[in-house]
């Protein structure tokens, strides 16, 4: 059983930064396409970004395009989000699965990690 763990959340001001990070244990995900996910309040979970297999390859949304950056780390077994100049509309739960590249989300879903952009 392979579960994610998502953190680096948290509540900051617009234009500000988090690092998101995901960690996976039982299982590694270094041969499978990962993404990013976020759920606003009353809204359907929405792929963001996402990376391919090696690396080398990205994914992202038109909503985050140029202030997000997803990379992977697969000696640690991780995969991270950078996002720079968040915007209320950011506000959301995000959380990390395989998906992107023709691959779709795992059954399983950790439980995310909160992103708060407010003034």
């Known amino acids: 059983q392979v579960q994610l763990i998502e953190s680096g959340g948290g509540v900051v001001q617009p234009g500000g930064s988090l690092r998101l990070s995901c960690a996976a244990s039982?299982?590694?995900?270094?041969?499978?396409?990962m993404a990013w996910y976020r759920r606003a309040p009353e809204s359907e979970r929405d792929l963001v970004a996402a990376?391919?297999?090696?690396?080398?390859?990205?994914y992202y949304a038109d909503s985050v395009m140029g202030r997000f950056t997803i990379s992977r780390d697969s000696a640690k077994n991780a995969v991270y989000l950078q996002m720079d100049n968040l915007k209320p509309e950011d506000t959301a739960v995000y959380y990390c699965?395989?998906?992107?590249?023709?691959?779709?989300?795992?059954?399983?879903w950790g439980q995310g990690t909160q992103v708060t952009v407010s003034s």
């Open positions: 699965n395989t998906g992107g590249f023709g691959t779709m989300a795992g059954t399983y």
């Open positions: 039982g299982g590694t995900f270094s041969n499978k396409a």
């Open positions: 990376v391919s297999r090696n690396g080398l390859g990205t």
